[in-house]
Each structure stands twice: as C-alpha cells, then as structure tokens.
C-alpha cells in the first residue's frame, strides 16, 4: 500500500473550516483513499472516502486532485468535537489490511 | 455506520496471566477481523488479521504463541494475551470489515491493559 505524509499537528478556530492536506504521491490506480479519526482514547472512525472523484458526506468533504497524489480532507464547520487525530490511509480495494501512519493532531480552538 | 464492541473496556492483571479481550460485531457478519494495538503518543500498529474458520495471520514481529487469537463465529474474534508482562500493557482496538460496505472497516472502542 502507497506511503502517506501528513503534517503533524493544525490548529482550526471552531466554526471555521479545517481542511487537512494528505500526500500520497505513490498511489496506485487501483487504491482508494480512507480518512479515519481518533479522538483521545477511543477506536477510530470512519469518515470518508473516495478513489478519484471527489466525495461528501454528512461529516466531511474529500477533494482529491486530479493527478491523484494528494487529497484534502474538508471540514466544513469545525466543532471543539472534532479535536482528535486524523489519519489518511491509501489502501486497494482488494486489500484487508489498514496501516495507519502518524496522521495530523487537529486541536480545534474556541 | 456498522458497530463492533469490544469487552472488556479496561482490564487490570498481574504479571504471568493471560487476559481474553473479545470484539464482537454487532449487525453485520464479519469474516475478516483485525486487531490493533496502540502505545501512549504511537500510532496504531496492526497485530493481526483473523480469519473466521481459519488460522490468523501475523504481522511480523508479533508472536502468534504470546497473542493467540481465535476468530470460531461470524460475529466473534477473541484475542488473548498469554503470560502478560508490564510491556503489554497497552490499548488494544480490533476492526471488522463490513462486507456490506464499500470496503470499509469499523473499529471498536478498544481495550486498555495494564499489567502490574
């Protein structure tokens, strides 16, 4: 499965958007990309994902580019609940197994 | 989305027992589990994939006779930490994936274990 970089840590001011960048310039046609969160302690969840088109749902947007090498993770009104660890995750639709990297620590401000 | 729980939420044991951490999936028939474990500040590690029926498979470095795992249901994976020492101790989280999803995987709430 493709190698993702994310940056370590974001701050976001609550009730704006926090969009959080994911690289994976190693992507394969066939893989998709997963973006999960973990708030402190707790398994993480599921939020969104997509192979090239870009995605949304009741939690987050998902804006892949073009070339398919990086994505953003989009969300649109930041809540104080939304402070967690979030991952990116490229895996192929054939695959089993998630392999999380570092992901970015989003603390959202009040 | 789907549920998955794991039981216990928090265990406490002494040095040389074996503690059985069970993740259930609760709507959905899961023939493919995973088990994770997480240290303090670390990301997750993938343990082991478990297979419904079979045995499971380990990732390496894990040893499949300290960590047995027994996946003998469609809803049940058990994992159980033999002779557990005070560096087991540590937030366990299992995954299943929901075979009615879009290949997605669902977490459970995780265990964390500490061994005195």
């Known amino acids: 499965d493709a190698k993702t970089t994310q940056p370590p840590s974001m701050d976001c001011a609550e009730g704006r958007a926090a969009n959080l960048p994911c690289n994976h310039s190693t992507i394969s046609g066939n893989e998709y990309v997963y973006w999960y969160r973990q708030i402190h302690s707790q398994g993480p969840q599921y939020i969104i994902h997509?192979?090239?088109n870009n995605e949304t749902n009741e939690m987050a947007s998902l804006i892949i580019t073009e070339d398919r090498k990086s994505s953003t993770l989009i969300l649109p009104h930041a809540t104080l609940r939304d402070t967690a660890v979030y991952y990116c995750i490229v895996r192929a639709n054939t695959g089993n197994q998630f392999y999380f990297g570092t992901g970015t620590s989003l603390t959202v401000i009040p | 989305g789907a549920v998955v729980s794991q039981h216990p939420s928090r265990v406490i044991c002494k040095s040389g027992t074996s503690v059985k951490i069970e993740c259930r999936s609760l709507?959905?028939?899961?023939?493919?589990m995973f088990w994770y474990r997480q240290f303090p500040k670390q990301s997750l590690m993938l343990m082991a994939t478990s297979n419904e029926g079979s045995k499971a498979t380990y990732e390496q470095g894990v040893e499949k006779d300290k960590f047995l795992i027994n996946h003998a249901s469609l809803t049940l994976s058990t994992l159980t930490v033999t002779s557990a020492h005070p560096e087991d101790s540590s937030f366990y989280i299992c995954?299943?994936?929901?075979?009615?999803?879009?290949?997605?995987?669902?977490f459970g709430p995780g265990t964390r274990l500490l061994v005195l």
């Open positions: 709507d959905f028939q899961a023939t493919t």
């Open positions: 995954s299943a994936r929901d075979p009615r999803g879009r290949e997605t995987q669902y």
């Open positions: 997509g192979l090239k």
